[in-house]
Every structure is written in structure tokens, then in C-alpha cells.
């Protein structure tokens, strides 16, 4: 009786061990799971405190390119972009992007400033994407940077992406201006229309920048979709059909144009949208060419917002992938 005794003290002692020992395994790794998951979190937060810096750095750029500098700038800071850069949802010709890289940005125009990168990024997989809607909404950029921790940092491979997006002064809100009944012309004249009158706020320099930002990235009468806004300069007689009753265009005979001779509109071009000459005597009268009200340079902006300096888009930040 001692002896079964004494062997199931055994049995059991022996039980209480294997017991404590699991027991004792499975603290320690929840443990290290605890740990683990704690220095991920850290190295991620790690790499959204730099892609955050990454992001105010790049919206700073962009403030100090538009303000106070002449529309121009926009086909300057525009000037490498491409469709092929947008990711793969943002496949349409109307999306240009414009992709910054530790490596690369040293080789776009003098007038852009170097990025201030943070340190210990892996440079092959953290960038900044510059993304916008020439065709409905070039007034708009969203600004996307993504960091990956290099293999100097004990996270390496971490990576966060944010974003935000901007208004930028490449647009104006449409304001419909006040019908102001004009005197009748004698018939042999030719009476200019004021600009304001037909594009409210915009200004010609922003129109002609969404003309070039439009023709940049490859928009033309017959591509899908197609382009919207056309800022001409040459004089020569214009012979291309534009417009549908779906997508009307704005067609502008700039001053430099009509400074050389009268633009003319061949027989067989059918304009749909707007004609403008921007001529002080007017060359032709552009009411005879209206055959449908353009709405190509009419874009959508939030009421309250000022339209002439850089802006964020409220609501717009987002911590997350494209």
C-alpha cells in the first residue's frame, strides 16, 4: 500500500511539474508575443512619425512653390510628371502624378528645393506621389509619402504611407456674373466681350495653366477622355472639330494671337463649348460662336475656401495605403 502510494505521490508530482512547466511556457511566450507586438507597434510608430514629417515637408514645398509665384510655375513643378507614375487604380490619362525619391529629386527643375528626407529611410521603397485630376479638378493635389525604416533601424522593413490633400491657386470658384444688358452695336462693329463676364474669377494665366497641365499629360480632342481646355497662341485659321454635347470645351485665341492677325474658325470645324479672343478690338464676335455653355473650366470648390493660396482639404488626411 506504501509503495502505490508513494508512486502515485510520484505520478502526481511528476504531473504538477509538466503542469507548471506548459504553464510557465506559455507565459513566456506571451510574453515575447506581448513584447514583439509592442516593438512593432514602436518601429511602426517609428515609420508614420517619419512619413508625417515626410508629408508637412512636402506640403511646405508645395506652399512656397505656389505662393507668390506667377501661375507658370504649376508646368515647371509638373514638368517630369506622368500617367505612368499614378498607381494602378489612377490608370486614366486625366491623372498626373509626379513621383519625389530621395534619389531623384535632385533632377527636376532649379526652382524646387530638395526634399528634406528623414534619416534612416530605405531610400528604394520611400517616395512622395503628387496626384491630380487635370481634366475635372487641377485645382486639387493629393500628396501621398510613404516610409520604409532601412536596415540601420531594428524595425527595418516597417513602412507607413499618409496622405492629405490641397487646393492649389490654379483655379477660382465660378461665380456667375451679373446679366448687364449691353448696347446694341452699329453692324459694322465688332464688340469685345469681357473676359470676367464669361469666366468669372478665374484669370487667364490659370487657364491656360490647366490648358498646358491638359496637353502635358497627354489629353487630346480624341483620347479618352478627352480634353477639356484649349489656350491657343498661333493666329492661323483653326480647322480642328472640339467638343461634344457631353464633354463642351473652351477654346481661347489668346492676346498674343490676335495681336498678329484675326484668328479665324474654318467652315467645317464645329467648335461645341466656347470660343474666347482675347483681343482688345475683338477680331471676331465670340457670341456668334457659343453653340453650348462650356462648363471645361467650371470646377467644384468648397464654399469659404480662398482660392488664391495653397489650403488643405479638410477631412482629407488619411493614414493608410493609396
Known amino acids: 500500500m506504501n509503495q502505490h502510494s508513494g508512486m502515485a505521490s510520484l505520478w502526481t508530482a511528476s504531473c504538477l511539474i509538466i503542469v ?20 512593432q507597434q514602436m518601429f511602426a510608430a517609428q515609420a508614420l512619425a517619419s512619413s508625417e514629417s ?13 505662393s507668390g509665384q506667377d501661375i507658370a510655375i504649376d508646368a515647371a513643378f509638373w514638368r517630369n510628371a506622368s500617367n505612368s507614375q499614378c498607381p494602378t487604380t489612377q490608370t486614366s490619362l486625366e491623372w498626373q502624378c509626379l513621383k519625389w525619391t530621395r534619389s531623384g529629386v535632385g533632377t527636376f527643375d532649379p526652382l524646387i528645393s530638395e526634399l528634406a528626407w528623414p534619416e534612416s529611410v530605405d531610400v528604394t521603397n520611400s517616395f512622395v506621389l503628387f496626384v ?58 465688332c464688340t469685345p466681350i469681357e473676359w470676367r463676364t464669361q469666366f468669372g474669377n478665374i484669370t487667364p494665366a490659370q487657364l491656360k495653366a490647366i490648358s498646358t497641365a491638359q496637353a502635358q499629360n497627354g489629353l487630346t480632342s480624341v483620347s479618352q ?81 480662398d482660392a488664391s493660396k495653397v489650403q488643405r482639404v479638410s477631412g482629407s488626411w488619411k493614414n493608410a495605403g493609396f
Open 54 to 66: 515626410l508629408l508637412e515637408t512636402a506640403i511646405a514645398q508645395i506652399d512656397s512653390v505656389y
Open 225 to 305: 477622355p478627352s480634353r477639356t481646355v484649349y489656350w491657343i497662341d498661333s493666329p492661323l485659321t483653326w480647322t480642328q472639330s472640339l467638343g461634344t454635347n457631353i464633354s463642351p470645351v473652351v477654346l481661347i485665341f489668346s492676346d498674343t494671337a490676335c495681336a498678329l492677325q484675326c484668328p479665324q474658325i474654318a467652315s467645317q470645324a464645329v467648335i461645341i463649348g466656347m470660343v474666347y479672343f482675347q483681343s482688345a478690338n475683338a477680331c471676331q464676335n465670340p457670341v456668334a460662336l457659343h453653340t453650348l455653355n462650356a462648363e471645361a473650366y467650371h470646377f467644384d470648390w468648397t464654399i469659404g475656401i
Open 20 to 39: 507548471t512547466s506548459l504553464l510557465g511556457w506559455l507565459t513566456l511566450r506571451s510574453v515575447m508575443s506581448e513584447t514583439q507586438r509592442s516593438q
Open 132 to 189: 491630380r485630376d487635370v481634366r475635372m479638378a487641377p485645382h486639387k493635389i493629393k500628396i501621398m509619402a510613404q516610409i520604409s525604416l532601412n536596415s540601420d533601424q531594428p524595425g527595418a522593413g516597417s513602412r507607413a504611407t499618409v496622405q492629405q490633400s490641397l487646393y492649389i491657386p490654379i483655379s477660382a470658384p465660378w461665380t456667375p456674373p451679373v446679366s448687364v444688358p449691353e448696347p446694341q452695336p452699329e453692324p459694322a462693329e
